[in-house]
């Protein structure tokens, strides 16, 4: 974790001194009592993705502009800038045009394959039936790209300009102020055992003590999520809902490539109870982006989603664009935002703010949030150059403004347009109720209407989960490599590791409360009712509810087992484990996935 920090010695100095290791002898950790080395700055970013990316480098634009200079710090979880990023992705390039309007003459830039032309079929389980698109779907002028790469150049562009990035730094809790307001975060502790010792490698976390904190950790963040909560920033608007969206990337034979076609597919392999769809990308340099988004709303505990995408491959048009000599060569997963311009907290909290998918600005009828990302992190970081340029002394940030603005801005415009569209799957017409609203929507009243639909009912993802007794069991075919494989060889692809004898970073808890009672009912629920829904649903294959009947903590003879060093950020049993108990929270530094194409 701590290799690419050679290059910050000032900070990387501080921490190594803190502690000796003959001190340690495996005690036990007491965050109270532990000194921390502390940095002040004037902006510190969590999230080192487009979002962030995006605040940092329009700050310093701001800084040349005002003749003034701010220390803007990015905290990315990640071992790398981009190794924690997965999207489709097609991107529309309207932030990315205001940001660097010289983007195109930069010879290193990642944009290098234009989309040329859009479908969308409806699949049965053999045909594949071309249906026009939503005009929303339009890709004209936008560009087919891996988004990890593309915050790997942002990130440079950022560091190039002053900003100090910091990967292998996950953002693990919030700092506040006496006051209550928010005046920074902390970084993560290295080293400790299982138990919560430290071992000889201990080092604590740090605190970055900023003006502005802006939260820019991505769909269901755990700093985000803590936020909401103590300042109720979800008072006025509805419940987040998501998806989560498995993806491949496949290199494949010359005769199936076709540079620039995107493709949206409905229907097969997913039932007329469940939303989701597929895609397929021709990337550049003959790669191909494919993949299943489901939403986390289904109700039957029995699907699983990384089966579901495994035997879409197995479709006629999807084996005959696999067929000769294609090869897969990376595999991921990420949850995604769904709930639009309803499900849009409050942006601001007394000291910092949340941008980009922390908040949620993901256009569901485009599939694609990065240009409202980017924007909002552009705007965010107007809100803060302006208060950094007051008086300092006038209590905690005020960053009201950046919600005002982005009120105003194309952002709005954008989501207002679509806000019905996901929302009218969940009336008392149902899927196909949704398809024809969304149809009429999208073609004819592109959102002006005076009725905005509503999760009234306040029902979350979890919470549309039913019991298992209410459906049978799904037959998944076995995998059939080439075309599909188990999950732990996917797995291997996405180059997932953790540091050995680490603190299980999913926690069973609930309400503060994590005990062996818990995790017991955990079992007996989840088990009993639900069939053990996670070690179907998660994509990682992280959670098994296996056989022992010594176990403390089990129920019935079943106890829950937790492979964290599987886990791939995707953060799905935080969001879809009907009891809500699973807190999902950072891993030392650097730990997870190493995506480097998606």
Not at 199 to 216: Q, Y
Not at 263 to 286: C, E, Q, S
Not at 351 to 373: D, E
Not at 514 to 529: F, G, I, P
Request: proline share 6%; hydrophobic share 35%.
């Amino acid at each position: 974790m701590l290799t690419r920090a050679v290059f910050r010695p000032r900070i990387l100095t501080f921490n190594r001194l803190l502690h000796s290791s003959s001190r340690i002898n495996r005690q036990l950790f007491d965050p109270s009592t532990v000194e921390r080395v502390s940095e002040d700055v004037d902006v510190c970013i969590v999230g080192a993705g487009p979002a962030g990316l995006s605040t940092a480098i329009r700050l310093k634009q701001l800084e040349q502009k005002l003749g003034k200079e701010f220390r803007v710090v990015v905290l990315e979880k990640g071992a790398e800038v981009g190794s924690h990023i997965l999207s489709g992705a097609v991107i529309e390039p309207r932030a990315l045009d205001e940001l660097l309007p010289d983007w195109a003459l930069r010879d290193d830039h990642p944009l290098t394959q234009s989309a040329t032309s859009s479908h969308m079929r409806f699949l049965t389980k053999s045909l594949s039936i071309p249906i026009p698109h939503p005009p929303q779907m339009s890709n004209q002028g936008n560009y087919i790209v891996s988004l990890s790469r593309f915050a790997a150049w942002l990130g440079n562009i950022a560091e190039e300009m002053g900003v100090e990035v910091y990967p292998g730094f996950a953002g693990a809790g919030v700092v506040y102020a006496d006051d209550g307001s928010v005046a920074g975060v902390r970084t993560n502790e290295v080293g400790l055992d299982r138990l919560g010792c430290m071992k000889e490698s201990f080092e604590p976390g740090m605190e970055f003590r900023a003006k502005v904190t802006l939260i820019a950790e991505g769909a269901h963040g755990s700093i985000a999520k803590e936020l909401i909560q103590k300042f109720d920033l979800r008072r006025n608007s509805d419940p987040q809902t998501y998806g989560i969206g498995l993806k491949e990337v496949w290199r494949v034979d010359p005769t199936q490539y076709r540079p620039g076609e995107v493709v949206h597919t409905m229907g097969w392999p997913l039932d007329f109870r469940t939303y989701g769809g597929g895609w397929v990308y021709h990337m550049a340099d003959g790669l191909v982006s494919l993949g299943l988004v489901i939403g986390l709303d289904y109700a039957n505990p029995y699907l699983s989603p990384y089966k579901e995408f495994q035997r879409m491959k197995h479709h006629p048009y999807f084996a005959q664009l696999l067929s000769g000599n294609s090869t897969r060569v990376a595999y991921g997963g990420r949850s995604l935002n769904e709930g639009g311009l309803q499900s849009v907290p409050q942006l601001y909290f007394p000291g910092g703010a949340l941008v980009g998918c922390s908040a949620g600005f993901v256009n569901i009828a485009k599939i694609k949030g990065t240009h409202n990302a980017m924007k909002s992190g552009m705007l965010a970081a107007e809100a803060a150059a302006a208060v950094l340029s007051q008086d300092s002394s006038s209590g905690p940030a005020d960053m009201s403004q950046y919600e005002t603005a982005l009120k105003n801005s194309w952002v709005w415009s954008d989501l207002n347009e679509v806000r019905n569209l996901r929302e009218s799957f969940h009336t008392p017409l149902g899927i196909w109720g949704g398809i024809m609203y969304s149809g009429v929507d999208s073609l004819l009243l592109k959102g002006r209407t005076p009725w905005t639909f509503r999760n009234r009912a306040g029902l979350t993802d979890a919470q549309h989960t039913q019991p298992a007794y209410r459906f049978r069991p799904i037959n998944y075919p076995p995998p059939q490599p080439p075309l599909s494989t188990d999950l732990l060889t996917s797995l291997t692809l996405t180059g997932t590791n953790h540091a050995e004898e680490q603190p299980v970073h999913l926690r069973v808890r609930k309400d503060g409360v994590e005990d062996t009672a818990l995790r017991k009912l955990h079992v007996q629920r989840n088990v009993s009712e639900y069939a053990g829904l996670l070690q179907r649903a998660c994509p990682a294959g992280v959670y098994e509810y296996i056989e022992d009947e010594t176990a403390a903590d089990g129920w019935n003879g079943h106890k829950l087992v937790i492979n964290s060093q599987n886990c791939i950020h995707c953060k799905l049993c935080d969001i879809k484990v009907p009891t809500q108990d699973i807190t999902w929270t950072v891993p030392e530094g650097g730990g997870g996935p190493k995506y480097t194409i998606t």
